[in-house]
């Protein structure tokens, strides 16, 4: 099974990583694949994001990072993925994903969205919260690897 996992991933926090590790271990291949629409509104740009996703990713031997732009469907069918990975942390995740995925039913049968519960170590966690929390100087270690802590601050600090 080829399973893509898309996101804003802006940046990649130990939800993400841990959604990632438990999809790798259910698919032969994971493309983790970075959205690249709107670009602007990012804190990080889209070759930070990818370097965050390599560098975390490269003990998963069967996980690649990608990023694309435009429909997630049409990327999807593009590199024949069987399904697609989202995560669900709360209630408030699931009508924005239930209409993504039914949406993305209706643009192509063959591609299912599989949903994987957050470990509940994580489902508190988004990319936005840690920035808000960095932005008020808060501790953010255990949310998100060490290195990607010292992005997150000094890009905060810089703004
Ligand atoms: P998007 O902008 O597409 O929602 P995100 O990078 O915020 O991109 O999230 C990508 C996917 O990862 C989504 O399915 C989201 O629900 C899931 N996700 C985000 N944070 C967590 C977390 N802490 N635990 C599990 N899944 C998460």
Redesign the pocket.
């Given at each position: 099974m080829r399973a893509i996992?898309?996101?804003?991933?802006?940046p990649?926090?130990?939800?993400?990583i841990?959604?990632i590790k438990r999809a790798s271990m259910l698919s032969d291949e994971l493309y983790v694949a970075v959205?690249t629409n709107s670009d602007k509104s990012q804190t990080f740009s889209v070759e930070e994001r990818l370097r965050f996703l390599e560098s975390v990713t490269n003990e998963f031997p069967n996980v690649k990072i990608v990023f694309f732009d435009g429909l997630l469907i049409d990327y999807a069918k593009k590199i024949n993925a069987d399904v697609i990975?989202?995560?669900?942390?709360a209630v408030s995740?699931y009508e924005y994903?239930l209409q993504m995925a039914i949406a993305n039913k209706k643009l192509c049968q063959e591609i299912e969205t599989l949903f994987?519960v957050?470990?509940s170590k994580?489902?508190?966690?988004?990319?936005s919260l840690v920035k808000e929390i960095a932005m008020f100087g808060g501790d953010l270690h255990g949310m998100l690897p060490d290195f990607i802590i010292n992005e997150v601050e000094a890009k905060v600090r810089r703004r």
């Open positions: 996992y898309p996101g804003s991933f802006d990649v926090t130990n939800g993400h841990d959604i959205l990975i989202r995560g669900l942390r995740d994903e994987m957050s470990d994580w489902s508190f966690l988004s990319s």
